[in-house]
C-alpha cells in the first residue's frame, strides 16, 4: 500500500479522523513503519519522491490543525502522532 493511500486513501488515517472522528492506530503504526523503512533511501538519495512528500505533507497539515470535534482521548493520539511524525521527518537532517 502507497504512503498516499494509507493517508489519503479512500480508508486512510485522515478519512478515519474526518468522517469517523476516530485514530486508527496500526494504520498509524504502518505509516511510521513506511516512513522509517523509507528514511535511509530518502537521506541517501537527498530527496523525497513527490507522492510521498505529498502525503507526508498532507499528513502533518491534517493532524496539526487538530479538530474540535475529536473526542479528548482523539486529540491525544493526534497531538502524539503529529510529533512522531515530524521526529521521523526530522531525522532527514541529521
Known sequence: MSLSDMVI??????IELRCNNSFNQQLFEDIKNYLNMHLPGWKTSG????????????????????SRFWSE??????EDATLE???I??????
Do not use: K, M
Not at 502533518?60 to 490543525?65: C, V
Open 9 to 14: 486513501g479512500e480508508n486512510g488515517l485522515l
Open 89 to 94: 521527518i526530522s531525522a532527514l537532517e541529521t
Open 85 to 87: 511524525i515530524q521526529d
Open 47 to 66: 530527496s523525497i519522491p513527490v507522492e510521498d512528500a505529498v502525503a507526508v505533507f498532507n499528513l502533518i497539515d491534517e493532524l496539526a490543525g487538530g
Open 73 to 78: 482521548d482523539v486529540q491525544l493520539c493526534v
